[in-house]
């Protein structure tokens, strides 16, 4: 099984400045990595899948980068909307799984 | 506009089987090459990742659930059903039905309780 590994677990930043949240793989999951935000009493809603490319309707202040092991999903100006849950998936094979999260919180 | 909703009981007693419907709406589970999932999320905890099926009856499950899951596909209705047996409390949580990773149902909450 492949262990998705998130950090932070809590990230405090103000409106208006960059969020840098990062996922790591225990073994190359190659781009096949999807970027998630949970709001509270919400389904998740995908943002970012093959790694770097933005779901539909995703603003362009979400991008990612990554590949392998290490990825990063940065927030470039963050919006109040954007304090929530993120969650990185694997889907390199079969067996997908997630990461821990980490709560976008606001400073 | 894919629209996917899960159908089901709310509260389970243990040992038994919890059973969920997932019911497509907008498209045809039968089209394309999509793959449907179940993902679980306990109360305050993160998103598990119990299985898929596709609409051929192909399915793959988490190791660590494999012996009490079981996933299947009724393309005649446009649904997908989950069925877990021998619950315990630690199987209470909020069930999600999805295509893939883009479209997801909001979720139904099974609490294991006598």
Request: hydrophobic share 30%.
């Amino acid at each position: 099984e492949i262990v998705m590994t998130q950090s932070p677990a809590t990230l405090s930043v103000s409106p208006g400045e960059r969020a840098t949240l990062s996922c790591r793989a225990s073994q190359s999951v190659s781009s096949n990595l999807a970027w998630y935000q949970q709001k509270p009493g919400q389904a998740p809603r995908l943002l970012i899948y093959g790694a770097s490319t933005r779901a539909t309707g995703i603003p362009a202040r979400f991008s990612g980068s990554g590949s392998g092991t290490e990825f990063t999903l940065t927030i470039s100006s963050l919006q109040s909307e954007d304090f929530a849950v993120y969650y990185c998936q694997q889907y390199n094979n079969w067996l997908h799984t997630f990461g821990q999260g980490t709560k976008l919180e606001i400073k | 506009q894919v629209q996917l909703q899960e159908s089901g009981p709310g509260l389970v007693k243990p040992s038994q089987t919890l059973s969920l419907t997932c019911t497509v709406s907008g498209g045809s589970i039968s089209s394309g090459d999509y793959y449907w999932s179940w993902i679980r999320q306990p109360p305050g905890k993160g998103l598990e990742w119990i299985g898929y099926i596709y609409y051929s009856g192909s399915t793959y499950y988490n190791p660590s659930l494999k012996s009490r899951v079981t996933i299947s596909v009724d393309t005649s209705k446009n649904q997908f059903s989950l069925k877990l047996s021998s619950v315990t409390a630690a199987d209470t949580a909020v069930y999600y039905c999805a295509r893939e990773s883009d479209y997801w149902g909001q979720g139904t909450l099974v609490t294991v309780s006598s």
